[in-house]
């Protein structure tokens, strides 16, 4: 647990088993680098309340309630990171902004990407050449307002069961 405007780089931990991964909240803003979250009861990476933070070259994977969830007003900045083998969702982006670039998410058993940002006062700012291929369920699965995000339409979105793209009101 990162939380209360707490700082810091946590950087070549391997992190496996726990309840939730890594959860940040409160307004904390860490650095994530080259770490590994696995095997967790819930969440891999879980960012909520307000959390911002940087997450560079994570790999995410085989958790069981999904790869990363952002939610709460959050605004981080994950980029190069792989999120992949988790039984859900790999990565949700509920009501929150911040940038999202480059990363790799696949095989996971529902959607790979979920962008839902219906009645959600921010967006993020930058969604480019992130890759969504092999899932389960969609790559991408877009709800409320993504037309003002920059990059979108530099994502490759392939190879996924239930289809590539599915656009929700």
């Known amino acids: 647990l990162i939380s209360d405007h707490a700082k810091g780089v946590y950087q070549g931990n391997e992190l496996h088993g726990n309840h939730i991964g890594v959860k940040v909240t409160d307004n904390a803003n860490p650095t994530l680098h080259t770490n590994k979250i696995t095997s967790s009861v819930e969440l891999g990476l879980h960012i909520t309340?307000?959390?911002h933070g940087e997450f560079h070259e994570n790999?995410?994977?085989?958790?069981?309630?999904?790869?990363?969830?952002?939610?709460?007003?959050?605004?981080?900045?994950?980029?190069?990171?792989?999120?992949?083998?988790?039984?859900?969702?790999?990565?949700?982006?509920?009501?929150s902004g911040g940038s999202y670039e480059r990363n790799s998410v696949s095989g996971n058993g529902d959607t790979g990407i979920k962008l839902d940002l219906k009645n959600s006062r921010v967006l993020p700012t930058n969604f480019a050449r992130n890759d969504s291929h092999h899932n389960v369920g969609y790559g991408l699965v877009k709800s409320g307002d993504c037309a003002d995000m920059d990059g979108l339409e530099t994502n490759d979105i392939h190879s996924n069961e239930k289809g590539n793209t599915l656009e929700m009101p």
């Open 49 to 51: 309340d307000g959390a």
């Open 59 to 95: 790999e995410i994977y085989m958790n069981s309630h999904g790869g990363v969830m952002i939610q709460g007003q959050s605004a981080p900045l994950l980029q190069r990171n792989r999120i992949y083998n988790n039984p859900k969702e790999g990565l949700v982006i509920e009501k």
